[in-house]
C-alpha cells in the first residue's frame, strides 16, 4: 500500500448532512488533481457508498484523505468500524441490502482495507 503524503486533503464527517459536503469535497479535489470528469462520478459514488456505510453501521463519524501519486488517485476513507468483506459476488437485484461494497469493488481499479488503531482504512485507487 503506497504511503499517504504528510500534505493530502481531507476531511472529517460525523453526520448524515455531511455527505453531501463529502460528495463536493471529493468530486473538487478529484478534478483539481486532474481527474476526467466521468472519472470522478464513479470515485464520488465509491466514497459516497462507504461514508453512508460508516453512519449507518459504525455508530459514528470518520475521515477522508486524497491525493494523487504517478497517475494514480488514492483516497481513504478511515472509520471506527470492523474490517470489510471484499471480494464477495454482486448480491441478487431482489436483496434488500449488501450491494455497496460490491458496487465499490466494481467502479475502482483497486480496493484495499487494512486495520488501523481504532477502526479500519479502505484504500481505493482510480487511473487518472
Given at each position: 500500500?503506497?504511503?499517504?503524503?504528510?500534505?493530502?486533503?481531507?476531511?472529517?464527517?460525523?453526520?448524515?448532512?455531511?455527505?453531501?459536503?463529502v460528495?463536493?469535497?471529493?468530486?473538487?479535489?478529484a478534478?483539481?488533481?486532474?481527474?476526467?470528469?466521468?472519472?470522478?462520478?464513479?470515485?464520488?459514488?465509491?466514497?459516497?457508498?462507504?461514508?453512508?456505510?460508516?453512519?449507518?453501521?459504525?455508530?459514528?463519524?470518520?475521515?477522508?484523505?486524497?491525493?494523487?501519486?504517478?497517475?494514480?488517485?488514492?483516497?481513504?476513507?478511515?472509520?471506527?468500524g470492523?474490517?470489510?468483506?471484499?471480494?464477495?459476488?454482486?448480491?441478487?437485484?431482489?436483496?434488500?441490502?449488501?450491494?455497496g461494497l460490491?458496487?465499490?469493488?466494481?467502479?475502482?481499479?483497486?480496493?484495499?482495507?487494512?486495520?488501523?488503531?481504532?477502526?479500519?482504512?479502505v484504500?481505493?485507487c482510480?487511473?487518472?
Amino acid at each position: 500500500m503506497p504511503e499517504q503524503p504528510v500534505d493530502a486533503a481531507g476531511m472529517t464527517y460525523s453526520e448524515p448532512d455531511d455527505l453531501r459536503s463529502v460528495r463536493v469535497f471529493v468530486s473538487e479535489r478529484a478534478r483539481a488533481l486532474g481527474m476526467a470528469a466521468e472519472r470522478i462520478d464513479l470515485l464520488t459514488i465509491a466514497v459516497s457508498e462507504l461514508t453512508t456505510n460508516t453512519l449507518q453501521h459504525s455508530g459514528g463519524g470518520g475521515h477522508i484523505q486524497i491525493w494523487a501519486d504517478n497517475g494514480h488517485l488514492f483516497c481513504d476513507v478511515v472509520d471506527g468500524g470492523g474490517p470489510r468483506a471484499f471480494g464477495r459476488a454482486m448480491p441478487s437485484a431482489e436483496a434488500f441490502r449488501g450491494r455497496g461494497l460490491a458496487i465499490v469493488e466494481r467502479i475502482c481499479d483497486s480496493v484495499q482495507t487494512l486495520a488501523v488503531p481504532g477502526g479500519t482504512l479502505v484504500r481505493l485507487c482510480l487511473r487518472l
